[in-house]
């Protein structure tokens, strides 16, 4: 979808503040909303970030900002003209605040198959919402499809299910780690801290 060179160019200076904070050795990445891949890459050269998270990558969808068109072909070679290929693509499938009704006869599984066969270096897993939990079940099917992939687990993490996902390769948490887990808050310290003692627990 089509997002506005200043939306390119804040997230650009936001992400380049973060990497600059953050040890060289730890990987930084972004997701530029809704579906804007494109502008993801182009931030991620500007700001030196290590990967991207995706949607649509494979297998259209109804979106609840609207249509969301499959993009694997388009945005790979977007990265090789922009000369990125390092910078990792992570997909969502079967993701969040979307329909899959007109995809219904193909499980995640073999979504997550798909998804691999058109070049992405890893998968996330979501629940139907932001905030909702991913099924330990669904993780598990994609890990069995596509074992040389991390498999990632995009929504619905707390302290309490994080046992549930620890044979995901990693945990992206927001809403959780905000105040009254509310995504619009500021962060919750306290919660954060329980988590990565949590998260211990499983390395």
């Known amino acids: ?25 730890v990987p930084v990445g972004v997701q530029v909303l809704a579906a804007a891949n ?4 182009a931030v991620a050269l500007a700001a030196n970030l290590q990967f991207i998270r995706v949607e649509g990558f494979v297998f259209s969808h109804v979106a609840d900002e609207g249509w969301i068109d ?3 072909g388009q945005l790979l070679r977007y990265r090789r003209h922009i000369g990125v290929n390092k910078v990792a693509v992570f997909t969502d499938i079967k993701k969040k605040h979307s329909s899959h ?15 691999e066969f058109f070049g992405c270096d890893g998968i996330v897993v979501t629940g139907s919402s932001t905030g909702s939990a991913a099924s ?12 040389k992939l991390p498999v990632f687990v995009g929504s619905g993490v707390t302290t309490g299910n994080l046992s ?6 990693g945990l992206i948490i927001g809403t959780y780690f905000k105040q009254n887990n509310d995504w ?20």
């Open 184 to 203: 619009r808050n500021d962060l919750d310290e306290s919660k954060i801290r329980e988590v990565m003692v949590e998260a211990e627990k499983f390395r």
């Open 38 to 41: 494109k502008s993801a890459l």
């Open 136 to 147: 330990p079940l669904e993780l598990q099917s994609v890990s069995t499809a596509v074992p």
């Open 1 to 25: 979808m089509f997002r506005g060179p200043e939306t390119t160019a804040c997230m650009s200076v936001v992400g380049s503040r973060v990497r600059s904070i953050m040890p060289s050795n």
């Open 164 to 169: 549930k996902f620890s044979s995901a390769h």
């Open 70 to 72: 499959a993009c694997a």
């Open 101 to 115: 009704a007109v995809t219904s006869d193909v499980d995640i599984g073999e979504t997550a198959r798909a998804a």
